[in-house]
């Protein structure tokens, strides 16, 4: 090879190693940049963990207050109801009768007071009596002579 071969050979070596030089510095400015926005964003990651953390804290109180809430409603529900018990009861006209003997009404006590009644009164009613309810006060006892039986020997 003559030396103007070699000379130009070498001329081609350094153009390619320059250029290579040039896109490894062009590399190296762009991994930099790279560097620079993977920075960036993990810093902004890094608040959106942060955000989503609170977040998450916040809907757990929102969530026990939610449940504290359901229980109150079902608080305010039975209270409701038991009010309209005790406002029903307030507003019926009650007459409670004593003295007759236990188990004088039979099985049918609102019978047992229709014939009664009027017979206590004294009173001609025009209209047959009604009664909304009509019950005992106290449980029926069994009568005495079944409350005694004794077991077969």
Same mark, same amino acid.
């Given at each position: 090879?003559?030396?103007?071969?070699?000379?130009?050979?070498?001329?081609?070596? %350094?153009?390619? $190693?320059?250029?290579? &030089? *040039? /896109?490894?510095?062009?590399?190296?400015?762009?991994?930099?940049? !790279?560097?620079?926005?993977?920075?960036?964003?993990?810093?902004?990651?890094?608040?959106?963990?942060?955000?989503?953390?609170?977040?998450?804290?916040?809907?757990?109180?929102?969530?026990?207050?939610?449940?504290?809430?359901?229980?109150?409603?079902?608080?305010?529900?039975?209270?409701?109801?038991? %009010?309209?018990? $005790?406002?029903?009861? &307030? *507003? /019926?006209?009650?007459?409670?009768?004593?003295?007759?003997?236990? !188990?004088?009404?039979?099985?049918?006590?609102?019978?047992?007071?229709?014939?009664?009644?009027?017979?206590?009164?004294?009173?001609?009613?025009?209209?047959?009596?009604?009664?909304?309810?009509?019950?005992?006060?106290?449980?029926?006892?069994?009568?005495?002579?079944?409350?005694?039986?004794?077991?077969?020997?």
């Amino acid at each position: 090879m003559s030396v103007l071969e070699q000379v130009t050979t070498m001329d081609r070596i %350094l153009q390619e $190693i320059t250029a290579v &030089s *040039r /896109r490894l510095k062009g590399m190296v400015t762009a991994m930099t940049s !790279l560097t620079l926005e993977t920075k960036s964003m993990r810093s902004e990651i890094a608040g959106f963990q942060t955000r989503v953390t609170g977040l998450e804290h916040q809907m757990a109180i929102m969530e026990d207050h939610v449940h504290k809430a359901l229980d109150k409603d079902q608080e305010l529900l039975s209270l409701c109801s038991k %009010l309209t018990d $005790i406002e029903d009861r &307030s *507003r /019926r006209d009650n007459i409670r009768l004593f003295g007759f003997p236990e !188990l004088a009404e039979g099985t049918d006590t609102s019978s047992f007071l229709r014939s009664v009644l009027p017979k206590l009164t004294k009173i001609v009613f025009d209209l047959p009596l009604e009664f909304q309810r009509a019950h005992r006060l106290a449980p029926k006892r069994k009568p005495p002579n079944l409350a005694r039986s004794s077991p077969a020997s």
